[in-house]
Nanobody
């Protein structure tokens, strides 16, 4: 069973930076980083296609985050800069496999907490 594992969360002061990592076994996976703050719906922060050529970002963070992937280690990184208190949330990694018949399997990690506070 494919199980993404996240790391890199923590407490950071406003204006600081964090780099989140997600490791997932398997090939031909697309990845996405999602976050959910207490009392709010989950939202997609950034995603990258299987090849890494296509990326998309949440409007409120697109100038402050980058997403990259290391194919050799099946690791996806989310680097966040100029962090704000409103970025506080549980950040989860999603790995998606799309089969030739169109079926999609989604795999979720447990999440890593990011808290932005002085």
């Amino acid at each position: 069973q494919l199980q993404p594992v996240e790391s890199g969360g923590g407490l950071v002061q406003p204006g600081g930076s964090l780099k989140l990592s997600c490791v997932a076994s398997g090939s031909s996976l697309a990845f996405g980083w999602f976050r959910q703050a207490p009392g709010k719906e989950r939202e997609e922060v950034a995603c990258t296609s299987r090849s890494g050529a296509v990326k998309s970002f949440l409007d409120s963070v697109k100038d402050r985050v980058t997403i990259s992937r290391d194919g050799a280690t099946n690791t996806v990184h989310l680097e966040m800069n100029s962090l704000k208190p409103e970025d506080t949330a549980l950040y989860s990694c999603n790995a998606r496999r799309r089969w030739p018949n169109g079926r999609v399997n989604d795999y979720w990690g447990q999440g890593t907490q990011v808290t932005v506070s002085s």
